[in-house]
């Protein structure tokens, strides 16, 4: 069965630092998310991607948060200047089409 | 605001035993999907379900949504062990567009007891 693949599995990140969130989508999907779920919490949407820009983005996915699909295999999360609050997990999903999705198993962000 | 409300939060219960769960708004979904999610693992789509009155069955698990298409149901028949986990219910938010974006409730929690 085809996965979505996220690295790294936990990061630990100083407060202020960049990080970088990996995925790489099923090969023959299209669309893109990336979720965050904060312990105890909701699954939260953040962003989603089509064609090669963002097609939505919620009032969470604000001026520290960029996303790329850089080489048409991997699809990234960055964080510029991570804050306390931005612990949490993270989900890539994808989708042949809007709402089909396969999540990937997430990277746990602590930032400390 | 749309907002899906799961009911109960938390349920415990002896293997063999029927449950069911809701998951509810006061808003009009075009359609509802179930997941469950596992403890460090991603939510996995069970479902979806599209038509108002819809029923859709998964081995022991039947899956209905509102007529009005503002509320459905999970229910399970002679819950297992392995039926233990976090069942979400999730529906197309709006952020100006159609691309997929899905707001989520706050889950049951499931505990199946041998």
């Known amino acids: 069965e085809p996965e979505v693949t996220q690295t790294p599995s936990h990061q630990v990140t100083q407060m202020g630092q960049e990080v970088i969130l990996r995925c790489v989508p099923i090969?023959?999907?299209?669309?893109f998310y990336w979720y965050r779920q904060i312990l105890g919490q909701k699954v939260e949407f953040l962003v989603s991607f089509y064609n090669n820009e963002i097609s939505e983005k919620s009032e969470i996915f604000d001026d520290q948060f960029s996303v790329e699909r850089p080489d048409g295999s991997n699809f990234t999360l960055k964080i510029r200047s991570t804050k306390l609050e931005d612990s949490a997990m993270y989900f890539c999903a994808s989708s042949r089409q809007p709402y089909g999705y396969t999540f990937g198993s997430g990277t746990r962000l602590t930032v400390v | 605001t749309q907002l899906l409300e799961q009911s109960p939060q938390f349920l415990s219960i002896q293997e063999g035993e029927n449950l069911t769960v809701y998951c509810n708004s006061s808003s009009v979904f075009s359609s509802l999907q179930w997941y469950r999610q596992e403890p460090g693992e991603g939510p996995v789509l069970l479902v979806t379900v599209v038509t108002g009155g819809e029923v859709k069955k998964l081995k022991r698990l039947t899956f209905q949504f509102g007529d009005a298409r503002k509320d459905s149901s999970l229910h399970i028949t002679a819950a297992q062990t392995g039926d233990t986990g976090l069942y979400l219910c999730?529906?197309?938010?709006?952020?100006?567009?159609?691309?997929?974006?899905?707001?989520f409730g706050k889950g049951t929690k499931l505990s199946v007891k041998p």
């Open positions: 090969s023959n999907h299209l669309y």
């Open positions: 999730a529906g197309p938010g709006t952020y100006g567009g159609s691309q997929g974006n899905l707001i």
